[in-house]
């Protein structure tokens, strides 16, 4: 049987601590030293290039969340599941960038802030045409792979070929391929006959 001195003492150590403040340990743009034999300017320069790069791809994730959800019309089914798959891949390469970059630094994370850095444009918050959701993605990966180009060839420069083999093996063959899958979408051929 349990006293109630004991009883009181097991829920006071069960009791979440809430409400805890604390200082911010790392601010955004700071570099964390780690032994990688990587100098600091390599570094800086890495985190800010990935660091755009993720941003545009966090909005790029939602972009095809969005049209996941607002998809219609005959192909319906086959672009509902498309663009969800294509979100999940995006999904692995964010938290695979998020990841390289907190090896360096401070990966950008909330929305909010996010939304100060991409470059790519902000929908209408309604449904459009198929159509124009479709280019609206084209357009996207287009500047991601601008971007992911650029860092490639500044990553090579500096040696970071670990952030220089993500991005080339990983970011940009996956966003290139996304891209085919989804401009195939927008070829103008005849459904039922030619």
């Known amino acids: 049987m349990i006293n109630r001195q004991t009883e009181s003492r097991v829920a006071t150590q069960s009791q ?19 032994p990688i034999a990587l100098g600091e300017d390599a570094r800086a320069e890495s985190v800010h290039l990935v660091n755009e790069i993720l941003a545009d791809s966090i909005i790029l994730y939602n972009l095809y969340k969005k ?23 995006q999904l692995a390469l964010i938290d695979l960038m998020g990841e390289r970059v907190q090896t360096l630094g401070v990966a950008v994370a909330d929305p909010r802030h996010v939304a100060e850095i991409t470059t ?11 159509p124009v959701m479709l280019s609206r993605l084209i357009d996207a990966h287009e500047i991601i792979i601008q971007k992911i180009r650029v860092a490639i060839e500044r990553t090579d420069e500096s040696k970071d070929w670990g952030t220089n083999d993500l991005l080339m093996s990983d970011v940009l063959r996956r966003n290139e391929i996304q891209t085919w899958f989804i401009a195939e979408h927008l070829v103008d051929t005849p459904v039922v006959r030619s």
Do not use: C, S
């Not at 805890?20 to 955004?28: H, M, S, V, W």
């Not at 049209?67 to 891949?89: N, S, V």
């Not at 790519?120 to 198929?130: H, M, Q, T």
């Open 16 to 34: 979440p601590l809430l409400r805890q403040k604390g200082e911010e340990l790392q601010r955004f743009g700071q570099l964390r030293y780690m």
């Open 67 to 89: 049209h996941h959800w607002l998809m219609r019309g005959h192909t319906f089914y086959q672009l509902h599941l498309l663009l969800d798959k294509h979100a999940e891949e």
């Open 120 to 130: 790519i444009e902000r929908p209408p918050n309604g449904a459009e045409e198929v």
